[in-house]
């Protein structure tokens, strides 16, 4: 009998044990599938998803990157500690750069959407890239910063200081002012206004009349270039 049941009760740890390691590896696929899915679900969400406004944007205060006689504008919400923004950037802004921009047909508009929420970075080096703006050097910036290797935090923002070239204790003076924040927090108000959640979010429309563009088609996430291609070609095709 001792023999059976010792028999039985290890039958019993190995079912245990069988049923843990099923256990782990369900866990582990689900993991993966969830992350996949959560990638899915912000990269690749489906421009009617986003509520396009009625009305015409003012460019005012944007970031601007090309000619201002573009007749295609692509608006970009975003921020510095965004990973799928830095995706954007690296992966897909050369070529949009240089294939439509460049060549003056899309003009490239940058707003403020630090998601402070989530991104403690992200406020610090939303203002900093403004305190560069003050000086004509917006785009360095924001080029050094993402692509630079380093995670986002004091250190990246020092670097991308230094390559600017601000003098000791003036960025810092800068970054402390109400100029700097105010219209960090402007992008974030016209951002709410629109409806606008994540980053990054892109709008694409025309310009009309007094230089506002009429928004046709709105993108959400790290599209691929493909994407942006088919928007800004069909944009680009409108009278």
Known sequence: MDAVRKGRIAAAFDQIATLAVIAAASLVIWRFASDSFVWRSRAAVPAAAIKLPTSPLSLDSAKLRGSATAPVVLLVFSEFECPFCRKMVQDVLPTLEKEYVASGRVL???????????HANAMPAAIAS???????????????????????????IALARADIGFPDGELDKC???DAARRQVDADMREAERLGVTGTPTSFIG??????????????WGAQPIARFREVLDTALKQK
């Open 108 to 118: 490239l508009a940058f707003r403020h959407l630090p998601l402070i929420s989530i």
């Open 130 to 156: 403004e305190c560069a703006s003050s000086r004509g050097r917006f785009w360095d910036f924001h080029d050094r910063l993402f692509g630079s290797p380093e995670k986002l935090g004091s250190v990246a």
């Open 206 to 219: 025309r310009r009309v009349l007094g230089g506002e563009v009429a928004i046709e088609a709105g993108l």
């Open 175 to 177: 970054s402390q002012s």
